[in-house]
């Protein structure tokens, strides 16, 4: 029975929130500045799987995040900000908390993601999402079964240096 919180709710967050409550989620917290994509994402959760709890928060609900925060699984830090060398921390660093679990689906090096791993943090970028995306859409377009999933992570990590 896991619980996710997500920050940001865009096309990213809608596949992985979906598919987290289709394989059983207890709880997903979703933390948007517009709370009306929040909680048009959290519908579709629901359709996937009524039983698991969705919670929709506004940027200002500061305590409210704390909680989802502190009661999560994982954090997964969903939104555009990162992309860019000079952008800002796309989480507030006084939300996170040594040991937390967070994931960038991000896949350059990001200030948050340095920044929760000099707190203590469990941190993961988001290589593996991008490359078993590359792997799935390889499969789809050759109409194969198994992509070559190391020459991809290879070709993946040279193009990354």
Request: aromatic fraction near 8%; hydrophobic fraction near 40%.
């Amino acid at each position: 029975e896991s619980r996710f919180t997500f920050w940001g709710t865009g096309g990213a967050a809608r596949a992985c929130g979906v598919y987290f409550a289709s394989a059983g989620a207890k709880e997903i917290n979703l933390v948007n500045r517009t709370v009306s994509k929040a909680e048009k994402l959290a519908e579709d959760i629901l359709k996937a799987n009524s039983s698991c709890t969705v919670n929709c928060l506004g940027l200002d609900e500061h305590s409210a995040i704390q909680s989802a925060f502190n009661a999560s699984d994982v954090i997964i830090q969903s939104t555009s900000i990162g992309l860019h060398a000079d952008d800002e921390c796309s989480i507030p660093l006084g939300f996170m908390d040594k040991g937390m679990n967070i994931f960038e689906m991000i896949y350059r090096p990001t200030l948050l993601l340095s920044e929760a791993e000099k707190m203590g943090c469990n941190v993961i970028d988001g290589k593996g999402m991008l490359l078993y995306q590359g792997v799935k859409s390889f499969s789809i377009w050759n109409g194969i079964e198994n992509s070559p999933v190391d020459a991809m992570r290879e070709g993946l990590r040279q193009a990354l240096l």
